[in-house]
T-cell receptor, first 114, second 113 residues
Framework: GAGVSQSPSNKVTEKGKDVELRCDPISGHTALYWYRQSLGQGLEFLIYFQGNSAPDKSGLPSDRFSAERTGGSVSTLTIQRTQQEDSAVYLC????????????FGPGTRLTVT | GENVEQHPSTLSVQEGDSAVIKCTYSDSASNYFPWYKQELGKRPQLIIDIRSNVGEKKDQRIAVTLNKTAKHFSLHITETQPEDSAVYFCAASIGAAGNKLTFGGGTRVLVKP
């Protein structure tokens, strides 16, 4: 079946602009995660959605970052007033709460802020 | 919250030798410990996981061991091959499926032919 998809695959934006990154999780997966991965670095947790519960936003680095998940499916990560340090690959993952526990990752969006 | 430390950050081995990556975690309530492999330019993928009621799990050339008392777990790759070259991430989670994973910093493994 279809895996996790993300769009766009690449985004180049000017400093100060807003960007929206989209994630389509695997159908039926109730948990969705956003991570940031800077070049050659690890996976930095940003935000986590679980069903209808309030999202865990504890990883968002600043108030310029926000995320929504509409209808329990598609999620959008928004970065306002982008800065050069926001340049990274943004990965989305989803998992089924009915098991197994594996997080399925999307291909990521490579964001470059010039 | 949970903190996961991973060592070493880089590991170079000769083809055919074994590779061992170690992780420690801070929250004794963690009970699920997966390992992900990320090849260059690709997305992370689960390669093996272990739950806290098990001390060791094997899948062909890879194995994971867990010591709950010491709060550490390790990935063992035997008979390494060039295709094992990748970045490996350990992680820890509390509770049931769908709970947040805390990842280690990653280990870049290079298998030299």
């Amino acid at each position: 079946g279809a895996g996790v998809s993300q769009s766009p695959s690449n985004k180049v934006t000017e400093k100060g602009k807003d960007v929206e990154l989209r994630c389509d999780p695997i159908s039926g997966h109730t948990a969705l995660y956003w991570y940031r991965q800077s070049l050659g670095q690890g996976l930095e947790f940003l935000i986590y959605f679980q069903g209808n519960s309030a999202p865990d936003k504890s990883g968002l680095p600043s108030d310029r970052f926000s995320a929504e998940r509409t209808g329990g499916s598609v999620s959008t990560l928004t970065i306002q007033r982008t800065q050069q340090e926001d340049s990274a690959v943004y990965l989305c993952a989803s998992t089924s709460t009915g098991g197994p526990y594996e997080q399925y990752f999307g291909p990521g969006t490579r964001l470059t802020v010039t | 919250g949970e903190n996961v430390e991973q060592h070493p950050s880089t590991l170079s081995v000769q083809e055919g030798d074994s590779a061992v990556i170690k992780c420690t975690y801070s929250d004794s309530a963690s009970n699920y410990f997966p390992w992900y492999k990320q090849e260059l330019g690709k997305r992370p993928q689960l390669i093996i996981d272990i739950r806290s009621n098990v001390g060791e799990k094997k899948d062909q050339r890879i194995a994971v061991t867990l010591n709950k008392t010491a709060k550490h777990f390790s990935l063992h790759i035997t008979e390494t091959q060039p295709e094992d070259s990748a970045v490996y991430f350990c992680a820890a989670s509390i509770g049931a499926a769908g709970n947040k994973l805390t990842f280690g910093g990653g280990t870049r493994v290079l298998v030299k032919p």
